[in-house]
C-alpha cells in the first residue's frame, strides 16, 4: 500500500480470504475502527501546528520516502512536510535535497543515524550539523497494515511532543518507544514521553 486507502483495502481483501465475501465488509469494519480513531486522534492533535520540513532516509543506499510512499502519507499526518514529495521511486536528486534543506532528518535503523553523518548528500544538510536527526526502528518502517499507527505515533509525538501530550486524553494510544534524537536538548523530553505512554 502507497496510501491510507490503500491500506484499508488490503484490510478488506484479507477478511474476504479469511471470513468470506459476506462476512468481509463487517470484520474488516470492526478492525479499522480503531485504525480511523487513532488516525483522527492525531489529526485532532495537530490542528495548527508548526509544521516542519523533512526528508525520510531508508536505506544504506540513499533511499528517501518520496511521494509514492506509505511512509511519505505518515510523514505527512505526522506533521512534517516531506521535502521529497514531489519524487517518486525512493529518489531524490542530491541538488534537490541540497537545496531544500528540511528542518529535520528522520532515518531507520538500518541503516541508522551514523549514515546521516557518514554519508552524502545527507551529512551536508543544516538538519545534520545541528543534531536534528531522528532514528526510527526498521520495524516500524516496513509496517504496510493498520499497525502502521505505530510509526505514525512515534513520529508525532517525537516532533510535536507538546501538541500530542496535550491535555489529559485517556483515549490516546499506548506508545512503546518513539525515535530516538540526537540532540541533547530534546532527547531528555523524548525519554520522558516514552516513559509516560507505556
Known amino acids: 500500500p502507497t496510501s491510507i486507502e490503500q491500506v484499508r483495502e ?17 470484520v474488516s469494519a470492526a478492525y479499522l475502527d480503531k485504525f480511523d480513531t487513532e488516525l ?25 520516502a518520496t511521494g509514492d510512499t506509505l511512509q511519505s502519507v505518515i510523514m505527512e499526518l505526522a506533521g ?3 521535502v521529497a514529495a514531489a519524487y517518486t521511486g525512493y529518489t531524490m536528486p542530491a541538488e534537490a535535497l541540497l537545496a531544500a534543506d528540511p528542518d529535520l532528518i528522520i532515518v531507520s535503523n538500518p541503516p541508522s543515524m551514523d549514515y ?17 536527526i531522528y532514528e526510527i526502528g526498521n520495524s516500524y518502517v516496513e ?4 499497525a502502521v499507527t ?20 485517556e483515549s490516546a494510544p499506548a506508545v512503546s518507544s518513539v525515535p530516538v534524537y540526537s540532540g541533547e536538548a530534546q532527547s531528555s523530553a523524548l525519554s520522558e514521553s516514552s516513559s509516560d505512554n507505556n
Do not use: W
Open 116 to 132: 546521516i553523518y557518514e554519508s552524502e548528500p545527507f551529512s551536508r544538510l543544516s538538519a545534520a550539523s545541528a543534531g536534528l
Open 40 to 64: 483522527a486522534f492525531v489529526a485532532e492533535k495537530l490542528v495548527g501546528v508548526s509544521r516542519p520540513s523533512g526528508i525520510f532516509v531508508l536505506s544504506e543506499a540513499g533511499a528517501v
Open 150 to 169: 505505530d510509526l505514525l505515533y512515534a513520529l508525532a509525538y517525537a516532533v510535536h511532543g507538546e501538541a500530542m501530550a496535550a491535555g489529559a486524553d
Open 10 to 26: 488490503r484490510v478488506v481483501q484479507v477478511a474476504a480470504v479469511l471470513k468470506g465475501n459476506n462476512r468481509a465488509e463487517k
Open 80 to 82: 512534517i512536510r516531506n
Open 143 to 146: 509496517c504496510k497494515t493498520p
